[in-house]
């Protein structure tokens, strides 16, 4: 069936209880029904009954995050995620953007779903970092001025180190349990190389073969997630070919795995690939889900430190794991871990959404700062590079910078024995 | 829009600022209707205040200008009483969500309206307390909603309606006038008068709330009959036996079909009906009345009780019955939620009466009900792409009033009277019984802006005509009334 098709249907499960309001981190902020999923809902009747795609209308698809929450809480079953991807994709049909925006958008989808040009960018970031210009020009606001959005990119660039390569292939430490493929993803691969090390080691201490194919490109999922349809099905079908080769695909990054697992309605009408893609759907685990299916072998050592961890939208409502990285963590000997307040609003990082929504995403980012510094943690956990790379930035902005790690870091440090010193920076915090 | 309207937005936007008034027709139209669907009708400015000042202001505005107006909180009501009038003002308190201050040791709350309602119980659940209306929408609705409402919920067998619960609000009366009403003191209740009266007589601002210390212990069981009857004779036994649980909740088998493929809250397969019942209180008071609760649904003839062994437990049986509501719209296109009640003593013959209908009018219904308090909420289920299944569906639904009327019940329980209910006043009411009615409320708005063609059948005395009022006024001539 094809979309068209399914969308009266899709509108219909909606029985406008609003249960999904409270949940929503739009209306969270601003209590307006346009800005909620109920009313997101509605205003998509609305263009199915006729109304055409207006700036109002536009608008509020636009800041919708997409971080399905919404879709954990209603309890008719309504299917907002497909719905705000087909209704994106509409409007990325018919609705003329702004020059200014179609300049951002372009930047946008022509730079990060390409290592390539990602990697071709870290020099300059990187001298750029060290020149010590970057605090500069933040005072100055230039950047403000030209693009909120550029300003927005500038400002939640990680700290870069050095990137090493990963090899072909990583053998695993004693009696061969699985044999996985990785995905290393585009701003993970480049801007958090050590998330990928540390998943490829901890796969590997825990028994597994690891194949890290070079060819790799973007899974498609910021493409997905934009409405960007054929751009997404041929990364989607590049991804698919890569990892035939192998029967489970480990993924560290939420957002990513999450469209791996979409691409079964993604080439559902495609018949060529709508097999293929059903298969590479059924195979691709987030790291925690994998790691807790295949139980733990390797030994545990302490790790004294307190987390936070911090639930990614696309982990915990888009692929349902919120349990598994919390037991990994909790089996790790000293360390504790404490829960994060509205643990299911989103950080407003959500794909792209703090480049080209910039103002919502910095009071989304404020709001989980605070609960963030709340628990009182020395580090915080995420298993999505879009999340730790906002926070961390919200948290910077209030003065209270905390190290951010992902679950395999957390892991990593424990199985070698690393203890906290590897997570945790020695240097003083900053005094302002 | 007419240029009053348009005249009266611009003020607004002085008021308020251009951010928080929409008159964009596609912003609109979002608004137009609130839980109940099944009535709609846009707004022809919708405002977004965030002080109660505002809300004075706007108010002010609306009876100058002769624009009727109607407030609304979270808009999950399932009665239509916060349809928006077409021509009037849709006042939004969603944004006035502060908690103005918590006294533990007086055990009360103050609140902004459109604070929802479970997040007054986060709020003070540490200190070891509860706001005890419990809604199944408590996660959405808002506090503001359940005063004009008196909302009720699972628990108010035991702890009451809203009602109960709300010691003082301010109020914009419909000159435009901040006002406190508080329930201690000398005087008339004007309180109480005031909850309850679905938004007729003025808009809240604040609500000062009472708090409940949270239980000592609370036991919750799931148990599987084969039968409604059989359900519902443990029902009557329990009472019988002098318990008072703080809850007793009954759902038939198509509800609890459709609570499952909504929320997975496995319940005992094959059961014809389930009840929960949850006992509350000091420890050995609810040990030893729980052991007689399970003994009496043994011997009315239960076939499995499950006993919550945790909160997680106690929340995923509780899951099922919050959740059934929305979740009918798992296994049907669309269909409307009743809410009705009968004395108790009368739930077997009733929901034999609502089984003969749904019979033979070929129409489906679901039952979840509060059957402590004879609380029914029947669901008829249509699918509205069937031409006329609507209109059978309506029709099924008012039967089902008359049979509670008929018993001695009443046509609404909880969701109140709003639009949808209103042309069946008359059927519980004398005109004598209404004109009265109407009388309190022309005490408080008699130009008839506040919330205008809700609660009443037909617009009488002080009317429901939106303008302002010249002529007689409404009391004269009618001391005969009195």
């Not at chain 2, 908690?99 to 533990?104: A, G, K, M, Q, V």
């Not at chain 2, 000592?216 to 036996?241: C, M, N, P």
């Not at chain 2, 296109?333 to 009368?346: C, E, L, S």
Request: glycine share 10%; aromatic share 4%; hydrophobic share 40%.
């Amino acid at each position: 069936m094809s979309d068209q098709d399914d969308l009266p249907k899709l509108l219909g499960d909606c029985v406008h209880c609003g249960f999904c309001l409270p949940t929503c981190p739009t209306y969270v902020l601003w209590g307006e029904e346009m800005d909620s999923p109920r009313g997101r809902i509605h205003l998509m009747q609305q263009h199915a009954d006729g109304t055409s795609l207006s700036g109002p209308m536009v608008e509020h698809f636009d800041r919708c995050l997409g971080c399905m929450a919404c879709v954990t809480s209603c309890p008719s079953g309504v299917q907002y995620d497909r719905l705000i991807e087909m209704t994106r994709a509409e409007v990325e049909r018919e609705h003329p953007r702004s020059m200014k925006e179609r300049a951002i958008r372009g930047l946008v989808f022509q730079l990060f779903p390409y290592r390539r040009r990602l990697r071709a960018l870290r020099g300059p970031l990187r001298a750029y970092q060290k020149s010590g210009l970057d605090k500069l020009i933040r005072r100055s606001g230039v950047l403000e001025r030209v693009s909120p959005s550029i300003a927005a990119m500038e400002r939640l660039a990680p700290p870069l180190g050095k990137a090493p390569r990963l090899p072909e292939r990583v053998a695993a430490r004693g009696e061969r349990r699985a044999t996985v493929g990785m995905l290393t993803g585009c701003v993970q691969a480049e801007f958090f190389p050590g998330v990928n090390a540390a998943t490829a080691r901890v796969l590997a201490m825990e028994g597994c073969d690891v194949v890290i194919p070079p060819d790799q490109g973007c899974c498609g999922a910021l493409s997905l997630h934009s409405g960007r349809e054929d751009e997404a099905r041929a990364f989607a079908r590049r991804t698919v070919e890569t990892f035939e080769c192998v029967d489970v695909i480990v993924v560290n990054s939420a957002g990513c795995g999450s469209a791996m697992k979409e691409y079964r309605a993604l080439l559902a009408d495609d018949p060529a690939w709508s097999g293929r893609a059903d298969a590479l759907s059924a195979k691709t685990r987030d790291l925690a889900e994998f790691l807790v299916e295949l139980g733990p072998r390797a030994e545990r050592r302490p790790v004294p430190v307190t987390v936070a961890y911090h639930d990614a939208c696309h982990l915990a409502h888009a692929q349902g794991v919120r349990t598994q990285p919390r037991t990994l963590l909790a089996g790790i000997p000293e360390l504790t871990v404490r829960e994060i307040a509205e643990p299911d609003v989103c950080c407003g990082s959500a794909g792209t959404y703090n480049l080209f929504q910039p103002e919502a995403a910095a009071e989304l980012g404020d709001r989980k700062a605070l609960n963030v510094a709340a628990t009182e943690a020395e580090l915080l956990v995420a298993a999505n590079p879009g999340c730790s790379m906002q926070i961390a930035t919200a948290l910077r902005h209030h003065g209270a910078a905390i190290a951010v790690a992902h679950t395999a870091q957390v892991l990593d440090a424990s199985l070698r024995g690393l203890g906290r010193d590897t997570l945790i920076p020695h240097t003083p915090r900053a005094t302002t | 829009m007419d240029a009053r309207l348009a005249a009266l937005a611009d003020r607004l936007r002085g008021l308020l600022g251009a951010e928080q008034v929409i008159t964009d027709p596609v912003r609109l139209r979002t608004y137009e209707c609130d839980g109940l669907t099944s009535h709609r009708s846009t707004p022809a400015i919708v405002v977004l205040p965030d002080t109660a000042e505002q809300v004075a202001a706007i108010v002010r505005e609306c009876a100058a200008a002769g624009v009727p107006y109607v407030a609304r909180g979270s808009g999950t009501g399932l009665s239509g009483g916060a349809l928006p009038h077409a021509d009037g003002v849709l006042v939004v308190t969603s944004r006035m969500r502060r908690i103005l201050e918590i006294d533990i040791p007086g055990q009360r709350a103050v609140v902004e309206p459109g604070v929802i309602n479970l997040d007054v119980t986060r709020a003070v659940r540490p200190y070891g307390y509860y706001f005890a209306p419990d809604p199944s929408s408590q996660q959405i609705c808002s506090v503001g909603g359940n005063v004009a409402e008196n909302s009720g919920g699972a628990h108010c067998l035991k702890y009451g309606f809203t009602a109960h619960h709300v010691l003082a609000c301010e109020i914009v009366t419909p000159d435009g006038e901040l006002v406190e009403l508080t329930a201690d003191g000398p005087g008339y209740d004007l309180l109480g008068v005031f909850v309850g009266a679905e938004g007729t007589l003025g808009i809240t601002t604040k609500i000062t709330v009472r708090l409940t210390r949270v239980p000592e212990t609370v036991q919750t069981l799931l148990a599987a009959f084969d039968s409604i009857e059989a359900g519902g004779g443990a029902v009557s036994a329990i009472i019988a036996a002098g318990v008072v649980p703080a809850a007793i909740e009954m759902m038939d088998a198509l509800s609890i079909e459709a609570a499952e493929a909504a929320v997975r809250c496995e319940y005992p397969p094959g059961a014809g009906a389930v009840l929960i019942v949850e006992l509350d209180g000091p420890e050995p008071e609810v040990a030893a009345q729980f052991a007689e609760v399970e003994r009496l649904c043994r011997d009315a003839g239960a076939f499995e009780i499950r006993v919550a062994a945790d909160d997680a437990e106690r929340a995923l049986i509780w899951k099922g019955r919050k959740s059934a509501f929305a979740a009918v719209g798992r296994i049907s296109p669309a269909y409307i939620v009743q809410d009705g009640v009968i004395p108790r003593t009368a739930l077997p013959r009733v929901l034999a009466r609502i089984d003969a209908l749904s019979a033979e009018s070929g129409v489906r219904v679901a039952n979840v009900f509060h059957a402590g308090d004879g609380n029914l909420h029947p669901l008829v289920l249509f699918d509205d792409a069937v031409p006329g299944a609507e209109q059978r569906a309506e029709e099924v639904s008012g039967a089902i009033l008359d049979l509670c009327i008929e018993h001695g019940g009443s046509i609404t329980g909880e969701h109140g009277v709003g639009v949808d209910k209103s042309r069946y006043m008359p059927r519980m009411f004398t005109d004598a019984d209404l004109d009265t009615m109407q009388m309190v409320r022309c005490g408080f708005d008699p130009a008839g802006l506040c919330n205008p063609g809700k609660v009443f059948p037909t617009p009488r005395l002080c009317g429901e005509v939106p303008g302002v009022r010249r002529g007689a006024h409404p009391f004269e001539g009618k001391a005969d009334l009195f």
